[in-house]
T-cell receptor
Framework: GQQLNQSPQSMFIQEGEDVSMNCTSS?????WLWYKQDPGEGPVLLIA?????ELTSNGRLTAQFGITRKDSFLNISASIPSDVGIYFC????????????????FGQGTILTVHP | SAVISQKPSRDICQRGTSLTIQCQVD?????MFWYRQQPGQSLTLIAT?????????ESGFVIDKFPISRPNLTFSTLTVSNMSPEDSSIYLC????????????FGQGTRLTVV
């Protein structure tokens, strides 16, 4: 089956630093999604990417859909303490009918710790 | 985005018993999804629940262990049957975004501990 390799596994940074994490896949995805999960909560969608090469921003977050459709990265600029959490990438492929209905394959997650 | 409510938010259960988790969505959706997140791990899809038909299970998950109901377009249940400590996980309900774009939104999850 499809697998996503997400790195790094964990990051310890100082407040104000920039962060970068990425995901790679052995197969092509039609959509890349980035989520953040806080303790005791479900994942919250941060950014959705639909086209190869697409670069999308959401505040201090920027994500790109790789040209090969097999990778994506997420950058966080000027980190703040509330950025702490687990970040997941997720990929989605379309079925024969051209729809995916939200069935996702997840990366292993990146645990982000921000020191004040 | 859809608002998804799961009940219970957490539970501690005895091995050998069963727990039914409810998922309620504030809008009608075609598909609902159930994921499992084992401690310190990522999310793994258990099954896809389509209203009016049997759920479709992923490899490694079977209906006898994880029966699913989908009685209408806003509600689903997942039962974890004959539980063992290995079933201790967070169980998450997910729906596609309204409008059919490939976005998935999650409930807050049900944290299950089996003792």
């Amino acid at each position: 089956g499809q697998q996503l390799n997400q790195s790094p596994q964990s990051m310890f940074i100082q407040e104000g630093e920039d962060v970068s994490m990425n995901c790679t896949s052995s197969s092509i995805f039609n959509t890349w999604l980035w989520y953040k999960q806080d303790p005791g909560e479900g994942p919250v969608l941060l950014i959705a990417l639909y086209k190869a090469g697409e670069l999308t921003s959401n505040g201090r977050l920027t994500a790109q859909f790789g040209i090969t459709r097999k990778d994506s990265f997420l950058n966080i600029s000027a980190s703040i303490p509330s950025d702490v959490g687990i970040y997941f990438c997720a990929g989605c492929t379309l079925n024969a009918g051209g729809t995916s209905y939200g069935k996702l394959t997840f990366g292993q997650g990146t645990i982000l710790t921000v020191h004040p | 985005s859809a608002v998804i409510s799961q009940k219970p938010s957490r539970d501690i259960c005895q091995r050998g018993t069963s727990l039914t988790i409810q998922c309620q969505v504030d809008s009608q959706v075609t598909m609902m999804f159930w994921y499992r997140q084992q401690p310190g791990q990522s999310l793994t899809l258990i099954a896809t629940a389509n209203q009016g038909s049997e759920a479709t299970y992923e490899s490694g998950f079977v209906i006898d262990k994880f029966p699913i109901s989908r009685p209408n377009l806003t509600f689903s249940t997942l039962t974890v049957s004959n539980m063992s400590p290995e079933d201790s996980s967070i169980y998450l309900c997910s729906v596609e975004s309204v409008g059919g774009q490939t976005e998935a939104f999650f409930g807050q999850g049900t944290r299950l501990t089996v003792v």
